[in-house]
C-alpha cells in the first residue's frame, strides 16, 4: 500500500518561499500521478497541482500559477512543491495524494486514494 508523508511547512512571512516533500514508499512512485491539494479552515479541500506519472505533465490552480511550481523525482520517490512569493491566502494545511495514472484536472479529492498526513503553511508577517 502506498504511503506519502508531507513536510516542510511551516511560518513565513508574506513574499517568502517554502519547498513542500511528499515522500512516498510502499510502491513505485512512478505509478502515480501525485497531486497537492490544501486546506484552510472554514473552507473546502482544493486542488494546487498535480503532476503525472507518464511524461511530468503539470497543472495549476490559476491562484497558484506563476508562483508554485511542481516536481517529482521518481528515483528518490519524492515530490515536490516550491512555493515562491508566498501570499497570507495561501495558509492551509497542504496534503499530498496519490492517483494511478495522468492528472485528471481540477484535481478532485474523491479521486485520490492515499493521501498524506498534512502539513501546515502559514504566511504571516
Known amino acids: 500500500q502506498l504511503q506519502l508523508v508531507e513536510s516542510g511547512g511551516g511560518l513565513v512571512q508574506p513574499g517568502g518561499s517554502l519547498r513542500l516533500s511528499c515522500a512516498a514508499s510502499g510502491f513505485p512512485l512512478h505509478y502515480y500521478a501525485i497531486a497537492w491539494f490544501r486546506q484552510a479552515p472554514g473552507k473546502e479541500r482544493e486542488g494546487v497541482s498535480c503532476i503525472s506519472s507518464v511524461g511530468g505533465s503539470t497543472n495549476y490552480a490559476d491562484s497558484v500559477k506563476g508562483r508554485f511550481t511542481i516536481s517529482r523525482d521518481n528515483a528518490k520517490s519524492t515530490v515536490f512543491l516550491q512555493m515562491d512569493n508566498l501570499k497570507p491566502e495561501d495558509t492551509a494545511v497542504y496534503h499530498c495524494?496519490?492517483?494511478?495514472?495522468?492528472?485528471?484536472?481540477?484535481?478532485?479529492?474523491?479521486?485520490?486514494?492515499?493521501w498524506g498526513q498534512g502539513t501546515q503553511v502559514t504566511v504571516s508577517s
Open positions: 495524494a496519490a492517483s494511478r495514472g495522468l492528472c485528471v484536472w481540477p484535481a478532485v479529492p474523491h479521486n485520490y486514494a492515499s
